[in-house]
């Protein structure tokens, strides 16, 4: 391939990657999360962005990589001076590795979302270590008959937050914290809840157990009321005082 080719390429990949990277160029059939995708130029010289479904329409593969829509923190990003040219052998095993990984990735977060009771997907996956989680490691450490916790939220964790969950603003005499629950060591979930700081919620662990499973179950977003709580957690009391909340 000629060098003017390949920088025209580079060029036009770059803003097609800035302006249309969620769907193949050629069938634009929408990307899913850790598809494999190519990009490179068709026999007719036109600069794609495609996936599986359109990789044998594409007559020269100049690039190629997983598309991840997952927010997964702490992924590695290469430094640009040890960016280099590779075979395409080298190429697609190093895509291999990568959609392994996030396959990996995957799995571990669907084994914990379906141990700790909770449907859906994982909002996000944290694997590096923040403040926040060496705080819950070091509490569920000390208290080891404990499965929940609820605590304060920290600076560094709020700015992880989603963007629609930053922009709430707590109701006057309300405030957000976190509801942890570990499903096993070095494995937890969280969920947030928006308290009254006027009510007091007893640190039992069948009472914020009951908290965590209506907070994380509840589709509206109205008041919970102790009553509500208080009669969950006698379902499943642990602590012997825990009788009497």
């Not at 395409?88 to 379906?114: Q, Y």
């Not at 569920?140 to 920290?154: A, E, G, I, W």
């Not at 914290?177 to 979930?189: D, I, M, S, T, Y």
């Not at 157990?209 to 009321?225: E, N, P, W």
Request: charge should be positive; charged fraction near 35%; proline fraction near 4%.
């Amino acid at each position: 391939m000629r060098r003017a080719d390949r920088r025209r390429f580079e060029k036009e990949f770059r803003t097609l990657i800035d302006r249309d990277s969620e769907a193949c160029t050629l069938c634009r059939r929408p990307f899913e999360h850790n598809n494999k995708t190519y990009g490179g130029l068709t026999p007719g010289g036109r600069t794609v962005l495609t996936g599986d479904c359109c990789r044998e329409k594409v007559e020269y593969v100049m690039a190629s990589g997983v598309y991840v829509i997952r927010k997964i923190h702490e992924i590695p990003i290469a430094d640009r001076k040890s960016i280099k040219r590779l075979s395409s052998s080298e190429m697609e095993g190093a895509v291999e590795v990568m959609h392994d990984h996030f396959d990996e990735l995957d799995s571990i977060s669907g084994r914990v979302m379906k141990q700790a009771g909770l449907k859906g997907e994982a909002r996000a996956l944290f694997l590096e270590d923040t403040a926040w989680k060496k705080d819950d490691a070091a509490w569920f450490k000390n208290n080891p008959d404990r499965s929940h916790r609820l605590r304060p939220m920290f600076e560094s964790e709020a700015s992880s937050l989603p963007e629609d969950v930053l922009q709430f603003q707590a109701p006057k005499g309300h405030k957000m914290e976190v509801l942890v629950r570990q499903v096993e060591v070095g494995k937890r979930a969280r969920t947030l809840i928006c308290r009254n700081t006027e009510i007091p919620i007893p640190d039992l662990e069948e009472v914020i157990h009951a908290l965590f499973d209506t907070v994380s179950q509840r589709k509206d977003q109205g008041v919970i009321t102790a009553e509500e709580i208080a009669s969950l957690a006698r379902s499943y009391v642990i602590s012997p005082r825990g009788k009497g909340n």
